[in-house]
C-alpha cells in the first residue's frame, strides 16, 4: 500500500521552529517530486515547497523564502520542512505529496496533512 505521512505538526509562538516530517510507505521517494503544501482556514491550498527529484531543484513559495528549508533523507524515504522564524500567517494544514512534478495537479500521492499553529 502507497502513502506518505506527515508529522511534526504542533502549536509554536511567533519566531519559533518546526520541523515536519513525510515518510513514505511502499513508495521510494527517490525519484519523486515531492512538495509541501498548506491550506489555511477559508483559504486555497497553495504551494510552500518543492524538490523536484533527488539532485534536482528546489523551489519555495515567496512567503516562505529564508525561512523554510526542504531536505532529503532518502535512506529513511523521508523528506523535511524545517521551518523557522513562524509567522502568524504561516498557520495551516501542511501536506506532503510525491508526484512527477511540482504543480497541484502533478501530485499523485498526498498525505492526511499535519496541523501546524503559530500563536503566542
Known amino acids: 500500500q502507497l502513502h506518505v505521512v506527515e508529522s511534526g505538526g504542533g502549536l509554536v509562538q511567533p519566531g519559533g521552529s518546526l520541523r515536519l516530517s513525510c515518510a513514505a510507505s511502499?513508495?521510494?521517494?527517490?525519484?519523486?517530486?515531492i512538495g509541501w503544501f498548506r491550506q489555511a482556514p477559508g483559504k486555497e491550498r497553495e504551494g510552500v515547497s518543492c524538490?523536484?527529484?533527488?539532485?534536482?531543484?528546489?523551489n519555495y513559495a515567496d512567503s516562505v523564502k529564508g525561512r523554510f528549508t526542504i531536505s532529503r533523507d532518502n535512506p529513511k524515504n523521508t523528506v523535511y520542512l524545517q521551518m523557522n522564524s513562524l509567522k502568524p500567517e504561516d498557520t495551516a494544514v501542511y501536506y506532503c505529496?510525491?508526484?512527477?512534478?511540482?504543480?497541484?495537479?502533478?501530485?499523485?500521492?498526498w498525505g492526511q496533512g499535519t496541523l501546524v499553529t503559530v500563536s503566542s
Open positions: 524538490h523536484s527529484s533527488t539532485g534536482g531543484s528546489t
Open positions: 505529496a510525491a508526484g512527477s512534478g511540482c504543480l497541484v495537479g502533478d501530485m499523485s500521492l
Open positions: 511502499g513508495v521510494t521517494l527517490d525519484y519523486y517530486a
